[in-house]
């Protein structure tokens, strides 16, 4: 299953890291991505690293902030996050193969 840590309330401008931890399952071989949703709101896509190439994708709107990144060796998933902002406020889920972590909410204060 999938383990997610680092959110919580941030002012806008600061940074903060989230981690998925993965067991259970071969890390490196799926689809591992971060997808957000605010309320009222559908759940997006943030961002999403492949697995075989490490190349990356990122939502426009998080383009050139947040930072995606793997570790192999201790099957987790990171997303570095700067320059929040109010907007980026949203219950945060890493997904790795079809399985979902439980959320963590993040709130960027202005």
């Known amino acids: 299953h999938l383990v997610e840590s680092g959110g919580g309330l941030v002012h806008a401008g600061g940074s903060l890291r989230l981690s998925c931890a993965a067991s259970?399952?071969?890390?490196?071989?799926?689809?591992m991505g971060w997808f957000r949703q605010a309320p009222g709101k559908e759940r997006e896509e943030v961002s999403c690293?492949?697995?075989?190439?490490?190349?990356?994708y990122y939502a426009d709107s998080v383009k050139g902030r947040f930072t995606i990144s793997r570790d192999n060796a201790k099957n987790t998933l990171y997303l570095q996050m700067n320059s929040l902002k109010p907007e980026d406020t949203a219950v945060y889920y890493c997904?790795?193969?079809?399985?979902w972590g439980q959320g963590t909410q993040v709130t960027v204060s202005s």
């Open positions: 259970g399952l071969s890390f490196e071989h799926y689809y």
């Open positions: 690293i492949d697995s075989n190439y490490g190349r990356t």
């Open positions: 997904k790795v193969g079809t399985k």
